[in-house]
């Protein structure tokens, strides 16, 4: 009997002693981002590509960026076209996952169109403002907006992201 005691003791103990050692708190590696620490992390005012380059805002610029395919034969006749009369005002924000998508995809774009320099490009805040307020007047309410301007007047508006792709949005801006 007493050996029988024992035995059930031992099984109880050998059941219960990782049950035990599974309740004492184990240290995680986990990398946790709060909302204020990507709020520190966002640009306001005038960018490049590259300040966009740069960490922390590299690791979805770069990937996106290199990974876009332009669709050349669609811009063949764009670029001889009235291509030196396009600006384009756009306005982002690093927070933003359209912008984090579409953006690098436009300055692909316009990268491989030799207009680079034609783009003027502004973050924004989660409340949608710069500190210089580049955005006032032109009811920037969505990230982003981009703005197409022929001869100095403003043809199209793309809010978040085109409708098709950025180059057939060119193909019809530059008829």
Known sequence: MEIMKAIIMLMVILVAFPLVMNGQETEYNVET??????????????ITKEGLQQMPYKLWFNTNYKTYRVNTELLKDAKKKKIKDLKILAFMGTWCHDS?????????????????????????????????????????????????????????????EPEGTFEEELVRILK
């Open 100 to 160: 984090n998508r579409e953006i690098p995809r436009l300055m692909r774009i316009m990268d491989d169109m030799g207009i680079a320099d034609q783009l003027e490009l502004y973050a924004l805040d989660v409340d949608k403002t710069s500190l210089k307020g580049k955005e006032k007047g032109y009811d920037i309410k969505n990230t982003p907006t981009i703005i197409f301007y022929l001869n100095g007047e403003e043809v199209k508006r793309v809010i978040e």
């Open 33 to 46: 981002e709060s909302v204020s620490t990507r709020v520190d992390k966002i640009l306001n005012g005038p």
